[in-house]
């Protein structure tokens, strides 16, 4: 458990972060890693994390941990470090004899290791005992030695606070050892987890500091910070305290790292709300003291303009900006930020802004037509009650509207009307289209309609007309009429369909083709035989002589080998499959094969002979 403090200003990396993006800590996050360090303190590395977590989160530091320190601490290297640190962030006295030797001797040690030398080197900065500037060797051999992201990361804390100047090797290896950081993403950290990787921020940062050089690229700086900011809802302690420690690291040290700008709004202008807040805070949610910021420009996509250019009001960090003029849209504000020596500005400072705006239905007919007898039946206005009426097959409904803003007439993004059978819940849509002119208008024919929309279900329908668009603070239903539906019914009785079970799917194979007769699969079988018959007589008319053949095992072999193989091919012509055939007919093959080739030799041996 490594951990520096520092005071001295850093360059940072402004960067805007919008909506729900987790960039910092927000006031939530911070309240509870708070209560986390709150516990009661029961050993000095606990005493240790609740100070250092409490000064960063600049919170009243506890009385009692100087009362622990006091009572617990002993000349033991581990305590002296964590009581160091305790005694330099609350000013409280460790009285304990031979303190200063105690230490030297720990850092002459021949076999020190790199957390030996760290703990070492700072406990005598933070009681503000001498350090010798030649430990900076020592230092420098041991991390060669070791070679470990965190024998690095202890070596650039420990050369932080030692006199002389930084080793320009050390400060060149920060982005050297930067590059063994595993990147999952837009995060990047070391296979030691977050204590690792908090820790080589740390070192990084006050070595940097010291050097007077930022020795990681921007980045580096905003990957490494998204890992750190991505672990502030893991549950433990010491994953917090680590958080934390990382989260101070880009806030207060010289890595130019990424302070975040977030907005308090979610960027949504409406008559209610005016208002647009901007918040510029560090990675651990506190506020840019000393900035400013203005409105370079916020228009739409047609150039019209929401917010006057010019500067916001507020400052330290909290800004804000009413909008002159309401127009339904999504603006792109570019907002301009004047800082505080050492911080850059963003590169990046566009937050889309919505503009959402009510809108009222107008200029409603709801018109129920007799198509046979071109006579109207129903033409009346729904905005004024809802309208009840009757159809049939010769019905034709023509309902027009508008919709209107401050503005005037607009067209949205999704405007329709719903019909739903109050009896078996089933919803018909209908998309109301708008001309030139911004007007809507339904028109539907139930001669058409009526079997394929309404399935001819005849009945009572609620009629809605439902409007719905992204500029709108909430969608809007508007009860239209009641109609009773008269059509030809369906056979089937109504039900509820969103309850019925879809009818069952069934599958007809091609059936199979029709065999031959008996009769003529036998002649063509006798047909195929009828070469093997003509071979025997042939063989008899020329005085064939098989009195030669040896009944030799060999021969014997090869010729049952022979009418095996005749055998296989039937079966396999008779219904056999490949796979069975070419099994068996392996095994055949190599003894016809072998029986053959012995047969053959004998033959030419007795040939010989004679």
């Known amino acids: 458990h490594y951990y520096i403090t520092n005071n001295l200003r850093m360059r940072v990396l402004v960067t805007l972060c919008v909506l729900a993006l987790a960039c910092s800590l927000s006031p939530s996050d911070r309240g509870k890693i708070s209560s986390e360090f709150n516990l009661p303190i029961d050993s000095l590395k606990s005493a240790y994390q ?26 033991v290297l581990a305590d002296l470090y964590f009581a160091s640190h305790i005694s330099k962030i609350q000013g409280c006295q460790v009285s304990i004899d031979g303190i200063e030797e105690y230490l030297n001797s720990e850092i002459a040690g021949e076999g020190a290791s790199m957390n030996t030398l760290f703990k070492a080197v700072t406990s005598l900065s933070n009681f503000g ?14 991390v060669k ?71 990681l690229t921007d980045q580096m700086i905003q990957k490494f910070a998204n890992y ?60 840019v003291k000393d900035s400013t910021a203005k409105i370079v420009s916020a228009k739409g996509a047609g150039g019209e303009a929401i917010f006057p250019a010019g500067p916001m009001s507020g400052g330290d960090g909290m800004f804000e900006i009413s909008a002159s003029d309401l127009t339904r849209g999504v603006f792109s504000a570019e907002l301009g930020f004047e800082l505080p020596s050492g911080y850059l500005a963003p590169d990046n400072s566009v937050v889309k802004v919505k503009c959402v705006l009510p809108v009222a239905v107008t200029d409603a007919a709801f018109k129920l037509i007799d198509v046979d007898d071109n006579r109207v039946l129903t033409n009346s206005d729904p905005l004024k009650g809802v309208v009840s009426g009757k159809a049939d097959l010769s019905t034709r409904l023509i309902f027009d509207f ?3 803003d401050g503005a005037g007439e607009v067209t949205l993004h999704q405007v329709f009307v ?18 030139l002119k911004k007007k809507y208008t339904i028109d539907l024919n139930f001669r058409s309609a009526a079997a394929k929309s309404f399935g001819s279900i005849a009945g009572k329908y609620s009629v809605d007309l439902i409007v719905g668009d992204a500029t709108l603070p909430a969608a809007m239903v508007v009860d239209i009429a009641v109609l009773n539906l008269e059509i030809p019914d369906s056979k089937e009785a109504a039900t509820d369909i969103s309850k019925q079970a879809k009818p069952e799917i069934t599958h007809l194979f091609k ?52 009418l095996s193989i005749i055998g296989i091919y039937i079966n396999f012509f008779l219904g056999v499959n490949m796979f069975t055939t070419v099994k068996y007919l392996a095994g055949v093959a190599i003894v016809t094969f072998l029986c053959g080739q012995r047969l053959l030799s004998s033959i030419a041996a007795a040939k010989k002979a004679k």
């Open 50 to 75: 609740v100070t250092v977590a409490r000064n960063i989160l600049q919170l009243p530091l506890l009385e009692s941990s100087c009362e622990f320190v006091a009572n617990n601490a002993q000349l």
């Open 511 to 562: 059936q199979p083709e029709k065999r031959p007769p008996q009769a003529i699969s036998m002649v063509f079988t006798g047909c195929v035989l009828l070469p093997a018959l003509v071979l025997l007589i042939v063989w008899a008319k020329l005085g064939a002589n098989i009195s030669n053949m040896t009944f030799s095992l060999s021969a014997i072999g090869f010729h049952g080998g022979l």
């Open 228 to 287: 750190i900011v991505s672990n502030k809802d893991k549950a433990g302690k010491s994953n917090l305290f680590y958080t934390l420690v990382g989260l101070d690291a880009l806030s207060s040290g010289s890595l130019v790292p990424t302070h975040l700008v977030v907005l308090d709004n979610s960027a949504v202008i409406s008559e209610g709300l005016r208002t647009l807040k901007v918040s510029l805070v560090n990675p651990l949610g506190v506020t």
């Open 129 to 142: 005992m001498t350090i010798d500037a030649s430990v900076n060797d020592k230092i420098a051999a041991k």
């Open 418 to 435: 719903r019909f739903t059978n109050t009896k078996t819940k089933q919803h018909v849509y209908f998309i109301a289209q708008a001309d």
């Open 402 to 404: 508008t919709l209107k």
């Open 145 to 215: 030695d070791e070679d470990t992201v965190t024998a690095h990361s202890l070596a650039y804390l420990a050369a932080a606070v030692l006199p002389g100047d930084v080793s320009k090797d050390l400060v060149d290896s920060i982005e050297d050892i930067a590059h063994r950081a595993d990147t999952i993403g837009n995060a990047m950290s070391f296979e030691g987890g977050l204590m690792e990787t908090a820790l080589f921020l740390k070192g990084a940062a006050v070595l940097s500091q010291k050097a007077g050089k930022a020795a």
